[in-house]
C-alpha cells in the first residue's frame, strides 16, 4: 500500500487581486498573515475606502517580492 501526500494546490496568479482572500490564495498564505504583511512589510496592497478590501496588482506583487529578495541579499 503506498501513502499517497496531499499537495498544495497551485497559487493562482492574476493580473489584478479584488481582495484579502485573492491575495492569500495567491501566496498560500491566511488573510491575517497578508495584513500583517501590508503593515509591516509595505506589501503593496491598497484600499478605495477605508471599509474596503485590499486590492493589488501582479506588477505591484512582483516588484515588491524583488525589492525585498534584494533586501534580504543585503542583510547577509
Not at 13 to 27: E, G, L, M, S
Request: hydrophobic fraction near 30%; include cysteine.
Amino acid at each position: 500500500m503506498t501513502k499517497t501526500t496531499k499537495s498544495k494546490p497551485e497559487p493562482l496568479i492574476r493580473d489584478f487581486y479584488a481582495d484579502t482572500d485573492q491575495i492569500a490564495a495567491r501566496f498560500g498564505k491566511s488573510k491575517n498573515t497578508i495584513k500583517r504583511w501590508i503593515k509591516d512589510r509595505n506589501f503593496p496592497a491598497w484600499q478605495a475606502t477605508p471599509q474596503s478590501p485590499y486590492m493589488a496588482t501582479e506588477k505591484e506583487i512582483q516588484a515588491w517580492i524583488t525589492e525585498f529578495r534584494n533586501r534580504c541579499k543585503n542583510c547577509e
